[in-house]
């Protein structure tokens, strides 16, 4: 019998230890696919079914020692790609769960087999069998339900919101550890028991709605951030037929002045006036030079936004220059007009907040090779901008409605497998963006 549950205990043991690995894995991306990724999966997996032996061999239950799974998931995370953060929430989480789901399960098999909780650990009997296999079936749901949250791409934790979630679990592992340490030394009434499983039970309960409004809230939050975008998207869609009617207009208000000029010259030919026909084509040519300039980058779309953002920037005072020496071949229209008009209106709105000096704006479009593109863009400073503000964050007074200027740019370079930084240089504040496309 001994060797029987000896075997039975060492197949749960690596079962549950190669579950709780692959979910630690799945949660930061890590490829199992790969070499690589199998064997850290695999010697991960045998390392926890190793340190959770021994443990076992030394406590009845872990407890206060319970926090040595913790470490050991940490540690094991750091081989994982994925944020600081987001390895230390997978360490806690992964050890809330096991020690929650142990506890609670092993609390509801005593109350209802009406046997001891220290009996059901030290035994073998049909009440520990059917713990220990409620325990690896509960976990095989629960981390199931956790990838599905976390991988959903609508849902995107920020910092603050994955602080909140680990203090929650901090308090509520300690909580359920001190609460199951105390069934099993104290000898406790029935009704005592049943007290404290309820008092378990609520505690899982306020996890995971904890877990779940969080989830909720940032899925809203980045709705929001989608109807911003899609605002923005509507926008340039108007900019572009605002310019296209504004050329319709100038091009029907020169063809008006081509045919008095022609006239007039045609009256001045007529009577020999050879000189002043000189000096009325001097005016004529003086005041073609005085029409602005549109820029012309051999898209439509994209002439639209920087004609646009060029007229807003002139009127304000900021001289620009623009130089393009690239197609858009391989880059939606909407995403480049968004990534240009929201670098734009930062870049303007740089000049705008720097009252002395000279005011610039020096845009770059290029590419070093058919599946890249660089777009570099950058406005006059006459002090240091990441120096006090290194985040970027908004300095406008309504921070929720405000921000998503760098957001909707940082989210068009990694839709295109590029990058987004920020750098200053000679009196210059520059935003550089590469995007990567497939011709």
Known sequence: ????????????TLFENFVVCYFINKFLKQDLSTRNGKLLYIIGSLSFAIIVTIVNRLTLYEGVYGVIYTVQFFIYSLFLPGSLIKKIFISIITNVIIASTSALVTSVVSAAFSNDI?????????????????????????????????????VALKTKEWSLIISVFVVSLISITLIHMVQLRINLQYNEHRVLLFAEFGLIILNVTCFYITTLMSKSNNEAIKLKIEKQEQEHRIQYAQMVKNQYEETRR??????QN????????????????????????????????????GNAFINAIINTKISIAKSKGIEVVISCNTNFTGVSDIDFCNLLGNIFDNAIEGCCRDKNGYKGINCCISSTDETKIIITIGNSISESVLSKNSKLKTTKSNKEIHGFGLKTINQIAEKYKGCCDFYEKNNMFFCNVILYHHI
């Open 254 to 259: 020169v063809r008006h002045d081509m045919k």
């Open 1 to 12: 019998m001994d060797i029987i549950w000896t075997i039975f205990e060492t197949t749960v």
């Open 118 to 154: 220290t009996n059901i650990y030290t035994t073998y009997s049909v009440e520990r069998f059917i713990a220990v296999m409620s325990v690896q079936i509960l976990l095989v749901y629960i981390f199931g339900i956790i990838l599905k949250i976390t991988t959903n791409k609508d």
């Open 262 to 297: 022609i006239e007039v010259l045609s009256m001045l030919h007529k009577e020999h006036k050879y000189r002043e026909m000189g000096e009325y084509l001097d005016k004529c040519s003086n005041q073609v030079n005085e029409l602005s300039a549109s820029v012309d980058v």
